[in-house]
């Protein structure tokens, strides 16, 4: 049984910076793209970061490249999520995904991921 289980998401100020991790079990993680997508309250669910299951490419959504930085531990089965100059409009609950072996081409894509975690919730205050 495959478990993503997000944690370090929390209420910061705009400025700050919050670190999130994703702690995977149940299946073999170094075969697996991971991703962090984001949803704010009644919008849809939109791509943030992923990063490849070897860790040597990552890909960022314009709206955080600069500011976010994702990487991972194989041999902790997870990966983690910095996140730094945070503003308000970053405000959502944050999901964690793992997609076997993706193309390169749909790493941003939501239906290329298997698995999914239940979500943390990031606030910042302006």
């Known amino acids: 049984q495959v478990q993503l289980v997000e944690s370090g998401g929390g209420l910061v100020q705009a400025g700050g910076s919050l670190r999130l991790s994703c702690a995977a079990s149940?299946?073999?993680?170094?075969?697996?793209?991971m991703g962090w997508f984001r949803q704010a309250p009644g919008e849809g669910r939109e791509f943030v970061v992923a990063?490849?299951?070897?860790?040597?490419?990552?890909y960022y959504a314009d709206s955080v490249k600069g500011r976010f930085t994702i990487s991972r531990d194989n041999a902790k089965n997870t990966v983690y999520l910095q996140m730094n100059s945070l503003k308000p409009e970053d405000t959502a609950v944050y999901y964690c995904?793992?997609?076997?072996?993706?193309?390169?081409?749909?790493?941003?894509?939501?239906?290329?991921?298997?698995?999914w975690g239940q979500g943390t919730q990031v606030t910042v205050s302006s």
């Open positions: 990063i490849s299951w070897s860790g040597g490419i990552a």
């Open positions: 149940g299946l073999t993680f170094s075969s697996y793209a």
């Open positions: 995904a793992a997609a076997y072996k993706p193309s390169r081409g749909s790493y941003r894509i939501i239906r290329t991921y298997d698995y």
